[in-house]
């Protein structure tokens, strides 16, 4: 990840993964690949930080797996969004668009 974006990233990751379930379960290393290709390459994702932050995420109740094979063959834990998860979801969006909207106001001096 460049390192620029690497103090942006805490803070988005749980939202940034919800998000990226929307579309049904994935496992750890599609998750990253995801991040990393729908955010133009700005988003990688370390195994240290992507792995906790889906086994906090579950202990939440914002995720629950199942094991499953990956395209190659092997076998992996897939992880899918609960209702409580796009609850989550949906509060970090509200969340975040109101930053954005207020970041962006600054900004321009509005």
Known sequence: MNKSHADLLPGM???????????????GYAIAKSL????????????????PALFRMERKGWLTHFWG?????????????TRSGRNQLKQRE????????????VMSGR
């Open 94 to 105: 509200s969340a975040w668009l109101t930053f954005v909207e207020a970041v962006t106001n």
């Open 36 to 51: 990393y290709t729908t955010s133009k390459e700005v988003f990688g994702v370390e195994q240290g930080s992507l792995y």
């Open 13 to 27: 990751l749980d939202m940034l993964i919800l998000q990226t379930l929307t579309s049904g379960p994935l496992y």
């Open 69 to 81: 094979e990956s395209e190659t063959g092997r076998r992996v834990k897939f992880y899918r969004l």
